[in-house]
């Protein structure tokens, strides 16, 4: 009862305030621009279509990514709405170079100045995150997406330089997405997490197990979204188990092998 509640207050209160939740997917999908046929394309297209704006990790740096990105900004666009979209110039890293992209719903979102990779750290950090700045209703956000280095390779390593971002961003409103390969419990969150960052996801396992055991399909809490409660109000968050669509595994790790993760979000009231 004290949910029901709690719902009924926050739609009256974004009612109010004239605001719409905005919906942020992140998803790492696996080597995309290698191996995704139409049909996986479409399927991905759908499984994303319902959001706002879609942060992609792992697009391949070679000719293929940017291909791969525009073949679902065509299918997305065959969906009844209509979407635009930008791809970042290789990573840094020699040993992982990738591209990030951001798809968003023209109707509810508009970019802001361009999109970036932040440089600052480029040594420091393998695959340096990619940032955009969108437009709602006249209110900025912005986006930070980012892809780890393998759990094996620590990438507490790089996350420790996240705790910088928000002071040399400090006129922007930041939210972390992406794979950090890491679980939000993870201590080198915490200069985050003091700063007022709150991570949307915890305790959910995000990554593909290589076969299920029984129904247990998720190994490890790696992706997530962080944003601060003092710009920010959630309004709901979580992942979207796409595997379970499928009959054969194997199938549905050929899509990827983790799940979307989503926020729901409106701005806080000043």
């Known amino acids: 009862m004290k949910t029901f509640f709690t ?33 996986e394309i479409d399927y991905i297209a759908n499984t994303v279509k319902n959001y706002d704006v879609v942060a992609i990790q792992e697009v391949v740096a070679g000719k293929g990514g940017p291909q791969a990105v525009a073949r679902l900004h065509d299918a997305l666009n065959r969906k009844g709405k209509k979407w635009d979209y930008i791809i970042s110039e290789p990573t840094s890293g020699k040993q992982g170079s990738e591209r990030y992209a951001f798809i968003w719903k023209t ?13 600052k750290f480029d040594v420091e950090i393998e695959r340096e995150p990619y940032f955009i700045t969108l437009s709602s209703e006249g209110k900025n956000f912005t986006l930070v997406s980012f ?45 985050l997490k003091n700063m007022g960052y709150v991570p949307a996801l915890k305790g959910q396992k995000t990554s593909l197990r290589q ?55 409106s701005f806080a009231a000043n």
């Open 211 to 265: 076969t299920c055991l029984d129904s247990d399909c998720l190994a490890s809490e790696f992706d997530n979204i962080f944003s601060n409660k003092s710009a920010f109000e959630v309004h709901g968050a979580g992942i979207i188990p796409f595997y379970q669509a499928f009959e054969d595994f194997k199938q549905a790790r050929a899509i990827s092998d983790h799940v979307p993760v989503f926020l729901k979000f």
């Open 7 to 39: 719902t009924i207050l926050i739609f009256l209160s974004l009612l109010v305030l004239g605001q719409t939740p905005i919906s942020v997917c992140s998803w790492n999908i696996k080597d995309f621009g290698q191996s995704k046929d139409d049909e």
């Open 107 to 119: 109707s509810r979102l508009q970019k802001v100045g361009d999109a970036w990779l932040d440089k």
């Open 147 to 191: 892809h780890a280095i393998p759990k094996s390779k620590q990438p507490e390593k790089e996350i420790a330089y996240f705790k910088f971002f928000p002071q040399r961003y400090k006129s922007r409103d930041l939210i972390f997405v992406g794979d950090f390969n890491l679980p939000q419990s993870h201590s080198v969150f915490n200069p």
